[in-house]
């Protein structure tokens, strides 16, 4: 790894580098967790470090390392932790001084002696499931650049659960997270493939995207329809030449965190290849509009990651959308439709 007195832009890089290295990691969380943690301490510099895992109205400390190591069974409300403010609004939270905060759980503070946290949010199989807390001991111990760590690491996580979860769809998301910390084998678990998850960003791959769609074209009813996005990185290509792969990598898995913070827990999420997503948005009232108001919100994400992570590669994307909306439509047709609006898109902007 690296020592902290590291400058921010090198931090940064570096940390690409490591989370790079940390995807080839396999086996159940409670095994690689702990190298996940250490390396989030000493690429953030934070004092302490953990993973929450929600079960119902209560998050419980699974795994910690650092000024955070014996809050291991620890329990906090969703409503009074700051891991349960990111999981509820799907985004990062932070206090920068939790003696002037009444959203932290103030036990939990005195006890591991911060003064400062950060909390982002872990999904598995696209709904809130658990949360990765970092604590100083000081107030105001970071920055915007180790909050975009912190999600880089939770993107980290996600796909590593993903790939050892695999995703069973409609199965509760807290029942999975449960199976993926037990400390004993589960035959249910090890039976799972994982040829249905792409390895990097833990999102769908074509085959089983295809499959939802299918089923979405078959069980369309009036007032119940559906909408598919298509969105493709322009110049992805150029990212990977000046940067590096593990830059581009990064940039993918931003971008499925993105999808994943702009939509639904019903909505089907897929990477089809290379720098090619697909988002399949179910129970749409109006799939014209709300498929517009979806692509609107994806779009606004992204530049607002930009500024935020300014030191990064941005991301630009175009999407294409294709509607679901009679009856008497092929998956074939919507994806074809999709693929057309999508290519109609990047033509207007040049």
């Known amino acids: 790894m690296f020592s902290t007195p590291l400058p921010e832009s090198e931090r940064a890089q570096r940390a690409l580098s490591v989370f790079s290295q940390l995807s080839s990691l396999r086996g159940r969380p409670v095994e690689w967790m702990p190298r996940v943690l250490q390396a989030v301490l000493e690429i953030t510099g934070a004092d302490g470090v953990g993973f929450e895992r929600r079960e119902g109205d209560e998050l419980v400390y699974v795994l910690t390392a650092g000024s955070l190591g014996d809050q291991v069974g620890v329990r906090t ?37 911060a003064g400062s946290l950060v909390a982002v949010p872990v999904d598995v199989s696209g709904a809130p499931a658990g949360a990765l ?36 769809r409609g199965e509760d998301a807290e029942r999975l997270m449960a199976i993926a910390f037990s400390q004993t084998e589960h035959r249910e678990a090890n039976q799972r493939v994982s040829s249905d998850l792409d390895g990097l960003t833990g999102l769908l791959n074509r085959a089983p995207f295809e499959t939802a769609l299918k089923a979405s074209v078959t069980h369309w009813s009036p007032g119940q329809g559906s909408a598919v996005l298509f969105v493709d990185l322009d110049h992805f290509k150029r990212v990977n030449e000046m940067h590096g792969h593990p830059a581009g990598d990064a940039v993918l898995q931003r971008v499925a965190e993105i999808l994943r913070r702009c939509t639904r827990g019903h909505d089907v999420l897929a990477r089809l290849g290379n720098d ?25 994400s992204v530049m607002a990651d930009n500024v935020l992570n300014e030191a990064m590669p941005r991301i630009r994307m175009s ?27 990047k033509a207007d902007r040049r």
Do not use: K
Request: proline share 2%.
């Open 133 to 168: 807390v970092a604590a100083w001991r000081e107030p105001h111990g970071f920055n915007d650049a180790t909050v975009y760590m912190l999600r880089l690491a939770a993107t980290q996580i996600e796909a590593l659960i993903a790939r050892r979860l695999v995703s069973e």
């Open 276 to 300: 090619d997503f697909a988002v399949l948005l179910n129970r749409l009232s109006d799939p014209a509009i709300q498929a517009a108001v979806a692509a609107e919100r994806i779009v606004d």
């Open 77 to 113: 409300r969703l409503g009074g932790s700051l891991g349960g403010v990111a999981l509820l609004s799907r985004s990062a939270a932070t206090s920068v001084d939790v003696r002037e905060d009444p959203r932290v759980d103030r036990d939990v503070c005195l006890r591991s002696g």
């Open 319 to 345: 999407i294409g959308a294709a509607l679901i909306d009679r009856a008497g439509l092929s998956a074939e047709l919507v994806l074809s439709e999709a693929d057309e609006a999508l290519t109609a898109e």
